[in-house]
């Protein structure tokens, strides 16, 4: 059974940063791609990013160049940069891949608020 762990939220001030991590328990070879979702209070899921095991990240419109998906092969860890935080960021965020559709972490909570 495959594990994923998101860590690295907290509370930030508006125009903020944070560095999600996404350790997976598998090797991160193994996957096409590793997502990054995430869900407000209130309101479904939503897609933030996508790093490829291949060529460049893609993002959800809303990102809009704040944030940086990336990858450590090595150490099996997806991570999200964050920058400029806005307090409609506040979200738990979750990383995912179909590989392993039934799977999710707990996810890490981030807070942008002054």
């Known amino acids: 059974q495959g594990q994923l762990v998101e860590s690295g939220g907290g509370l930030v001030q508006p125009g903020g940063s944070l560095r999600l991590s996404c350790a997976s328990s598998?090797?991160?070879?193994?996957?096409?791609?590793m997502d990054w979702y995430r869900q407000a209070p209130g309101k479904q899921r939503e897609f933030v990013a996508r790093?490829?095991?291949?060529?460049?990240?893609h993002y959800a419109d809303f990102v809009q160049g704040r944030f940086t998906a990336s990858s450590d092969f090595a150490k099996n860890t997806v991570f999200l940069q964050m920058n400029n935080l806005e307090p409609d960021d506040t979200a738990v965020y979750y990383c995912?891949?179909?590989?392993?559709?039934?799977?999710w972490g707990p996810g890490t909570q981030v807070t942008v608020s002054s």
């Open positions: 790093a490829l095991r291949e060529g460049a990240p």
């Open positions: 598998a090797s991160l070879s193994l996957f096409y791609a």
């Open positions: 995912h891949t179909e590989s392993w559709p039934a799977i």
